[in-house]
């Protein structure tokens, strides 16, 4: 059964940094591509950072500079460094992976799989 799990989330001040861990299970196949997304209620799913292949990467403008993508592939786990965070980096945040060969996407439909999300809150 494929499974995303993941881990790292929690409160923070504003200027503190977390790691997020996706470890990633039951896949047969190489994906295509993984991510990042955040979501805040009422709001649309938002795509964050993306990786494909070793190190070829893709940041929403709001978090570039600040987060940085990778993985490890010996573990299977994807991570998210988020550093000098902000209040409106607020959200709940979800692993993705994809399937369909859609490579750096950061739109959320062309994610087939996900994890179930951890929050992250960022206070002033």
């Known amino acids: 059964q494929v499974q995303l799990v993941e881990s790292g989330g929690g409160s923070v001040q504003a200027g503190g940094s977390l790691r997020l861990s996706c470890a990633a299970s039951?896949?047969?196949?190489?994906?295509?591509?993984m991510a990042w997304f955040r979501q805040v209620p009422g709001k649309e799913r938002e795509g964050v950072a993306t990786?494909?292949?070793?190190?070829?990467?893709r940041y929403a403008d709001s978090v570039k500079g600040r987060f940085t993508v990778s993985k490890d592939n010996a573990k299977n786990t994807l991570y998210l460094q988020m550093n000098s965070l902000k209040p409106e980096d607020t959200a709940m945040y979800y692993c993705?992976?994809?399937?369909?060969?859609?490579?750096?996407?950061?739109?959320?439909?062309?994610?087939?799989?996900w994890g179930q999300g951890t929050q992250v809150t960022v206070s002033s």
């Open positions: 993705a992976v994809d399937m369909r060969f859609k490579p750096l996407s950061l739109t959320a439909l062309d994610y087939n799989y």
């Open positions: 039951g896949f047969t196949s190489r994906p295509s591509s």
């Open positions: 990786i494909y292949g070793y190190y070829t990467t």
